[in-house]
């Protein structure tokens, strides 16, 4: 053989080890790494069932002095407006006899801005009490997203049917109940769907505000029960006369009533017992 036949084969030799050794590497590759779009589909399945939704709640108590109560409580609703807060309710009362001033406020705060709230409410008063609850709500959601989601589906196929040319009239009133009923439980399902996205998407906040030294001694509680107490008799004496003032008519009426009813029937027991005839005696001879 030649010797351009030899360099020949050494090339073609070479050239299917280079070709070999890059197939085996790609086929390495693809095996061991999915395709970019099913890694994405995985990531996301997985990302989804690793999802929790929980429900949080805290609950302050703040201790102000009885001159600051208000003014505490007023910032800290002013204080609420200028982050993700939303205000559900409020109550302030001012201070009678001898019951001191108090006051609520219940929100609904982003996560991110609840560390800003507590340090708010950390400067306007002292927090006694700091109680957190956790509640997981994940179940219904899934449960709702899926309600929803199938009711959809179902919703979009009874408009298809609908549409068609070849539905009878009987087809079509009953469709269209059905599309009625289907549309109705899902906007039910949504509405639950947005509070369930409120409760677990936001964290809500209840605080109480108080004065220092609320609980009043034993006296001021001797001098409440018996002021209780007369206030007590005196709701029932006036409730006593205002019965005896209702029934008083009816007694005028009443008893005249009843002592003729009863003279009468003493009279007609008496003509009676005149009226019977003794039994006639036997004599024996």
């Not at 910032?75 to 205000?87: L, R």
């Not at 989601?149 to 068609?164: E, H, I, Q, V, Y």
Request: proline letters at 4%; one cysteine or more; charged letters at 25%.
């Amino acid at each position: 053989m030649s010797r351009s036949f030899h360099a020949f084969i050494f090339a073609l030799a070479l050239a299917l080890a280079l070709v070999s050794a890059t197939g085996c590497g790609f086929s390495k590759r693809a095996a061991e790494s999915p395709p970019p779009r099913l890694f994405s589909q995985l990531k996301a399945v997985t990302a989804e069932a690793q999802q929790r939704y929980i429900a949080e709640r805290h609950k302050l108590e703040v201790i102000t002095s009885a001159t600051e109560l208000q003014k505490s409580w007023e910032s800290a609703i002013a204080f609420c407006g200028t982050i993700q807060c939303e205000v559900i309710s409020s109550s302030v009362t001012t201070r009678a006899d001898v019951s001191l001033p108090s006051g609520n406020l219940s929100v609904r705060v982003a996560p991110q801005d609840l560390s800003k709230l507590l340090a708010e409410v950390e400067k306007v008063g002292k927090i006694a009490q700091h109680n957190t609850e956790r509640e997981d709500k994940t179940t219904a959601v899934v449960d709702t997203d899926a309600k929803i989601k199938n009711l959809t589906a179902f919703r979009d196929n009874l408009r298809a049917m609908l549409a068609k040319p070849s539905a009878t009239v009987k087809d079509l009133v009953d469709i269209q109940k059905q599309l009625t009923d289907t549309q109705s439980e899902l906007d039910s399902e949504t509405t639950q769907r947005k509070i369930l996205a409120n409760e677990t998407e936001k964290i809500a906040v209840e605080i109480s505000f108080s004065v220092e030294g609320q609980r009043q001694s034993a006296r001021s509680q001797i001098w409440n029960a018996l002021r209780d107490s007369g206030s007590t008799l005196a709701d029932s004496t006036a409730s006593l006369i205002t019965t005896v003032v209702a029934i008083l008519p009816w007694l005028i009426i009443v008893l005249p009533l009843v002592w003729l009813l009863v003279k009468v029937w003493r009279r007609l027991k008496l003509r009676r017992n005149r009226n019977v005839i003794p039994p006639a005696s036997s004599t024996t001879t």
